[in-house]
């Protein structure tokens, strides 16, 4: 499951609902703005047109997302975003001015290049499906994940809607040789490329000082959960609020008889439900598939932006959000009504679009992320969902995600005479599960500094060095103990007299420390307990 939730519509029943099917290519982009909510508009050469008709030999496709006057940008996360160079075919429906894609990203099939010859496929991080019950267009829906040979779907297509129906003779059952990429620049939980600062993780700076994230719930419930869905919201809140050794605090503040509009930015995070302003196109029909829920995230995308390091995660830095909206689209209560779970599906289903809020991706499943393991395929954060009844269960990926983002800083050091308040800003080891090893020194004159690597290390320890890396000052090492007594070890032992504050952190964001008095000769520690194993 990403942030556009949906379920996956066969082809025939997106020739049937699409007023236009165009095959071309993507020749410009640029930012539109609608009232007070931002879209980009491609201007869009036409090759070839399969369905409907369309004036002239370019038009004008529009999709949500892009900047806001004021430097801010909002993104709806999971949307594939159509970039300058792109061959696609569209699936559209009619606007006074432009065309939109049918169901946000389920409308758009990407032309790749590979040895079987030229294929359409949707986008690959688009893995945010959950299925029906008793589907009786289940196997017709598999088949539809697959890829498609160019010229055979676009015929069928043609033909389809000529009113000609024969079989579905198009598609790839045989994964093609090579990978399949397609360059999709809003799909990943960081600022875009058209961004000042390209590539920074989205966070909110509120949990650095305590403070909180809330959100407004539309008051008259979801359709399709007994009680209205309320307890669910909480519920999610709550699993992600009660990681250990995180700052992340998401809070309800109440509901509202207000219908919240989710590509404005008033505020208010919002939950809505059912799509009450159509920002989504269309209507959710089990039979047919479609559109779930969405997540729209917004954060200052321009110059004036400074980036912020993340407390507690040394040398990372990022972006703020300040303002994130959910909502469902009309029709997903009656996806719920099929389900024996409806209040755990949506539980899940509103703890993963609030992680989405907060700035997590995916753990994996799509093309941005690693392949599911025993792991991440357990995560509430995979590309898919669960849709078992499991409700807003984290693992130990999604904490170490929510962890990354928001850790608790490192502790503050002693505040005895003879030792340094230095903070070490960068890791200078990285061992292996992810731990990190960071120091800091202070010489008798005043001058601070980083311990540096570079002498030897392995994935378990390693030297650093202060002035001359021939001159070896402290030994680290961290060592896996957790099949003998459920913790990892860690082994320090310094040759140095200066004040030093050494820190070692964990993946999870937990860290462990140690210190040393200017003039002092350094003691040795070592810790059989420095680290509970997950």
Known sequence: MTAIVYVL???????ERSGTIVFGEVLSASP?????????????????????????GTIVVRQPGGPLPGGIATRIQGLPMLAEGDRVLLFLDPLADAYRPVELALGIFFEVRTVRGPLLIREPSLGGEVTLPGDPAAADRARARLPRVSSDFRRWIADRAAGVERSADYFVVEPPDGPIAVRSPFTATRSPDNCFHDGLPLRWREFDSGGSAGFTVQSGGQPGVPGGGLSQVRTAMRAWNDVSDSRANLVLHGTSNRDFEIDTVDGVNSITYEDPFDEIEGTFRPNEGGVLAITSAFFYCDVSQVPHP?????????????????TTQDGFGDWLALSPVPRENHEEIMAHELGHAIGIGHSCGDARSPACDAVTGEALMRATAHGDGRGARLNSDDRAAVRFLYPVPLPEPPQAPGYTDCRPEAAALVFADGFEVAMCYETASGEVGEGKAGIWASDESGLLWFF????????????????LNGHYWVYVAPVTDLAFNLYVQSAGGSNWSHHNRQGQTAASRSDNFAFRCN
């Open 9 to 15: 519509p066969t082809d025939d029943s997106m020739v």
């Open 32 to 56: 539109s703005l609608r009232d007070v909510s931002a879209f980009t508009d491609y201007t869009f050469e036409v090759e070839e047109v399969l369905k409907g008709f369309v004036p002239g």
């Open 310 to 326: 993340i407390p507690g995660n040394r040398s990372v830095e990022a972006l703020e959000l300040i303002e994130s909206n959910v």
């Open 468 to 483: 001359n890396r021939d001159n070896a000052e402290v030994l680290v090492k961290v060592l896996n103990g957790c099949h």
